[in-house]
T-cell receptor, first 114, second 112 residues
Framework: EAGVVQSPRYKIIEKKQPVAFWCNPI?????LYWYLQNLGQGPELLIR????????DSQLPKDRFSAERLKGVDSTLKIQPAELGDSAVYLC????????????FGPGTRLTVL | EDQVTQSPEALRLQEGESSSLNCSYT??????LFWYRQDPGKGPEFLFT???AGEEKEKERLKATLTKKESFLHITAPKPEDSATYLC?????????????FGKGTRLSVIA
């Protein structure tokens, strides 16, 4: 069974440029999460989707970050414009049916903003 | 506020030298405690879920245990391939907004 797929794996951009990350969850998983992980820290939740509905986006900086999960399968996270402090690893995870189920993570996208 | 504290931050072991990693947590009603392994440049890999005090789970050289305030990840006779960062996370029963709260992890290095 394929795991969570993310692309790109690495991205280097200059500040003020836009950037987008893509995630395809494990087949059949209804819940999708985007996390931010800074060096030496644990992942921190940005947004959680139940199917196509964003049910928790309280930690998403909405002035520059946006996300979508059209059709309730794959998802895109966008930053526009990027700032130096956005340099981090962006992780996508999925679970079968909500927060009570185990979350499985993708490999992450390492973003460097110059 | 739900909190997770892991110790030590870093641990260096000789191959075969058994030890334990600690995860102390504060949560308003534990739904589950999760252990993940994270290798450099990769996403966290699921290891165990523990649900109630007294529960234990094992996988190869790893054994996870749970009390009402903390969890331990015991590593028996570690090998160099066990080197990684081990993350602990909790999910609160009444928290619909923050499914998992992670600790900062313990960086384990096993030297041959």
């Amino acid at each position: 069974e394929a795991g969570v797929v993310q692309s790109p794996r690495y991205k280097i951009i200059e500040k003020k440029q836009p950037v987008a990350f893509w995630c395809n969850p494990i087949s059949g998983h209804n819940t999708l999460y985007w996390y931010l992980q800074n060096l030496g820290q644990g992942p921190e939740l940005l947004i959680r989707y139940e199917n196509e509905e964003a049910v928790d986006d309280s930690q998403l900086p909405k002035d520059r970050f946006s996300a979508e999960r059209l059709k309730g399968v794959d998802s895109t996270l966008k930053i526009q414009p990027a700032e130096l402090g956005d340099s981090a690893v962006y992780l996508c995870a999925s679970s079968f049916r909500g927060v009570s189920d185990t979350q499985y993570f993708g490999p992450g996208t390492r973003l460097t903003v110059l | 506020e739900d909190q997770v504290t892991q110790s030590p931050e870093a641990l260096r072991l000789q191959e075969g030298e058994s030890s334990s990693l600690n995860c102390s947590y504060t949560v308003s009603g534990l739904r589950g405690l999760f252990w993940y392994r994270q290798d450099p440049g990769k996403g966290p890999e699921f290891l165990f879920t523990l649900y109630s005090a007294g529960e234990e789970k094992e996988k190869e050289r790893l054994k996870a245990t749970l009390t009402k305030k903390e969890s331990f990840l015991h590593i028996t006779a570690p090998k160099p391939e066990d080197s990684a960062t081990y993350l602990c996370a909790v999910s609160a029963r009444n928290s619909g907004n923050t499914p998992l709260v992670f600790g900062k992890g313990t960086r384990l290095s096993v030297i041959a």
